[in-house]
């Protein structure tokens, strides 16, 4: 079975700082990773997704992760952060049998002035 | 092009009530998943539909429902509400089924069961 970790439930940040939000998954076949984000009240945003090529993928708002297959990770990270960036943060997993995200327990970004 | 909507945006019900919720995918999408998000237990699949006929289902009780039309819209039901049916329910469309799909979200509807 399909499982992510997302060990930091919570990461405090200065404004302009860079950031790097950990995730890994768990996974016996060949798998397809997101990051989404929720600000408050709202539904789930899609940053970026990994499905295949290239191990570094960009995405939106000058965020970008990076697919590492030996360390099962797919981390997000971001060169300097805003005060907007303050939200949560979910990665999820799926693959080629299941029709579904499985979402790590999210990490709460909270940017500082 | 309109995103995912979903009706209504909050909703209060009593124990033992049920609850229909509804969802509009994206134009085009065919593709409808339903997720629950609570503070406990994160977010978790309930189900997915494609071409109105469920493809897979989460690990909940036979109170939780769903079903697609024929213009990919989606309505899931609750019923005999519980406390812990108190939650944001979340709507999610893709233009396929299937795990590389993107899945876009709604806003979500917000119950809570007193």
């Known amino acids: 079975a399909q499982s992510v970790t997302q060990l930091d439930s919570q990461v405090p940040v200065f404004e302009e700082a860079p950031v790097e939000l950990r995730c890994n998954y768990s996974?016996?076949?060949?798998?397809?990773l997101f990051w989404y984000v929720q600000y408050p009240n709202q539904g789930l945003q899609l940053l970026l997704k990994?499905?295949?090529?290239?191990?570094l993928v960009k995405g939106i708002n000058g965020f970008e992760a990076e697919f590492n297959k030996s360390q099962t990770s797919f981390h997000l990270r971001k060169p300097s952060v805003h005060i907007s960036d303050t939200a949560e943060y979910f990665c999820?997993?799926?693959?080629?049998?299941?029709?579904?995200?499985?979402f790590g327990s999210g990490t709460r970004l909270l940017v500082r002035p | 092009k309109a995103g995912v909507t979903q009706t209504p945006r909050y909703l209060i019900k009593t124990r033992g009530q049920q609850v229909t919720l509804s969802c509009s995918p994206i134009?085009?999408?065919?593709?409808v998943s339903w997720y629950q998000q609570t503070p406990g237990q994160g977010l978790q699949f309930l189900f997915e539909?494609?071409?109105?006929?469920?493809?897979n289902k989460g690990n909940f009780p036979g109170r939780f429902s769903g079903r697609q039309f024929s213009n990919s819209r989606s309505e899931m039901n609750v019923s005999t509400l519980e406390l812990g049916d108190s939650a944001l329910y979340l709507c999610?469309?893709?233009?396929?089924?299937?795990?590389?799909?993107?899945?876009?979200f709604g806003p979500g509807t917000r119950l809570l069961v007193l």
């Open positions: 990994y499905l295949s090529g290239s191990t």
């Open positions: 999820a997993v799926s693959d080629d049998s299941s029709y579904k995200l499985i």
């Open positions: 999610a469309s893709s233009r396929f089924s299937g795990g590389e799909e993107t899945q876009y």
């Open positions: 134009s085009g999408h065919r593709s």
């Open positions: 996974s016996s076949v060949s798998v397809y």
């Open positions: 539909y494609f071409s109105e006929t469920q493809r």
